[in-house]
């Protein structure tokens, strides 16, 4: 088997008294589909905070594309995030004030990579998702609307590693299809990784392997 | 910097409004900084050139108390300046000169043209020597002057610089006349007459004579027209010979600066008053010092609550994209595009909006003083302008508001980097 791509082992979250994370062990290989499921208030989030490499207060071992995230430096880590990943946050988080492209351009703009070609991309992206490329402020959007922004974000980078959470938690069932149809399609067609936290069975069932976060701990549920 | 212009553009979109008002509080805070220190050290000076006097620090000006010179007549009372008040100051060995002076206690009035229009108005004639004619004009005055002579040359004037201030406040601008500048009266020709005024006559007949001002003064009797001691003793000696002879003032100059306060006793023992530089700097330093210390405290009010206010509003406006921050360093933007735009949004544009602030001060500075002059004309006889613009001053406190303002916003913004995402993101 490859080298994998992100490697954690005995990860240690602590808020307070509480253990969320309490020594979970976690591989991603180059165009696997890893989905993390749970209770609600398990942790997940905080699982893909930190393998986003978001909250760096973590403990144990955490090796990211060869970069030791414990020991790497904030911007050695904001350089995995620009270069290496792409997120679907769980509330969205989108510029209210900007539109769809703009929100999407985000991360190319701002870091110096918005070419015609980048920018292509990214209309394409948004015409795949269902999306109008017009002047509407995000704000002014639907839930199901901004969740497909969020995710043409994440894409536009061409990531190696896109870490979702809860993608498909605003959209109906026929668009929580459209975009794992995308994603799948895109994930194929570029190789990159998925790891998402899930719940809806019929997408689950497209992962090739699904965690189970319990107790801190995660438990593999079938291959 | 590559996609600059663009990023700095969405970073704006929807702050726009804060972002102008957070640099207008800036500029209007340099604003009235440049406004006030221009205008508040132009009506310092003002103040001071109303208030100074160009007494020598080693002269002392001896007066009686009881004694007044009005528009009319003067008026006497209290302990007067005799031949041997003056004999006792001279006797004392700190008196280097003395240069008496002494009032015309004759009726007298002046007529003359000013800017075409007939003038008249009663007035005191006080004879002074030639100490009060400044030295760089000694060459050119002939202050010798009789009766004899007026057959031949004008009676020169000094003209109080004091006089010439109320004139133009008062009576030029009720009257419609043009207002007087101290060179302006130079060479101004007028007739003097002697013997006979508005309100009094004496018995003898008057005596109407050519005269003309020959410069001004600022130590003269503010209501009386200095000329000629011996014309004054002749005048008076020819209308009113039985009259106790005094003197109006006395001009003491001491060997020393170091020898005024000891004279200064002495005169005010004899139950005289006595006048020296210091005295009336100290007076002058008093007004103005009051009149600078209010508006200094105004303008620290104004501006400490528009500095504040500019910093307020430039950390509110760090705050409100505290989230925004977040979401970029979330997804993963170099801290250093952050800092380019902080640097080009809050240092470069601040240090516009100061630099804007400070030109547009200047320039209200400017209008407000033109405006004033030309509603004025007392102020403008006086000073050629009210805004004074202290280039080192005026640095200094540009400086200080734009590095007060920007630096807290950097400590804030270096507050906001320094905040886990997972945190920005969460506000």
Known sequence: ?223 | MKNMRKAISLWNRGHWKDYVFSQGMLLIASLLLVFFISIGLGVGNILQRFLSSDLPEEQVRITPLGVQAGFFQTERGGTEITADIMDSLAALPQVDRIDPQVYAHVPAYLRGLLGGRNYYTDITLEGVSDAFVPDSMLEHIDWNYTLSDSSVKPLPIILSENLLILYNAGFAESSGLMGLTPEGVIGLAVRVNVGSSSIASLQSPPINIRAEIVCTSRNTALFALAVPIEFVEEINALYLPDDRHTYSALMVTAHEAEDVPEIVRCAEEMGLSAETRRGIAQKAEILVSVVTAALGALAAAILFSAVASAIHTLVADLKNRSYALGVLVALGTRRERLVYIFAFQIFFMSFISTLSGGLLGCGLSFVVSSTLLNLLPVLKMAVSTLAVFPVGWLSAGLGLVLSVSTVSAWFFFRKILATPVTELLRR
């Open chain 1, 1 to 223: 088997m490859s080298k994998p791509l992100i490697s954690a082992r005995s990860v240690v979250r602590v808020f307070g008294n509480l253990k969320v994370l309490n020594g979970a062990d976690f591989s991603l290989y180059e165009g696997e589909f890893v989905a993390v499921t749970g209770k609600s208030g398990v942790g997940k989030s905080t699982l893909l905070g930190v393998l986003g490499t978001h909250d760096p207060a973590f403990g144990g071992e955490l090796i990211i594309n060869g970069v030791n995230a414990a020991e790497a430096s904030s911007p050695e880590l904001a350089e995995l995030r620009r270069e290496f990943m792409g997120f679907i946050f769980q509330d969205f988080h989108l510029l209210p004030n900007l539109n769809a492209l703009d929100n999407v351009l985000l991360p190319a703009v701002f870091s110096g990579t918005d070419t015609y070609e980048v920018r292509e991309d990214a209309a394409t992206i948004l015409s795949r998702l269902d999306l109008r490329n017009d002047n509407t402020p995000t704000r002014f959007l639907s839930r199901g609307e901004r969740q497909r922004v969020a995710s043409a974000r994440a894409l536009v980078n061409n990531p190696r590693i896109l870490m979702a959470d809860e993608p498909t938690a605003s959209l109906d069932e026929e668009s929580e299809e459209n975009l794992f149809d995308l994603l799948d399609s895109l994930r194929r067609e570029k190789g990159f990784a998925i790891i998402a936290v899930l719940h809806s069975k019929k997408i689950l069932a497209r992962a090739d392997r699904i965690l189970e976060l319990k107790e801190g701990v995660l438990h593999e549920k079938h291959a």
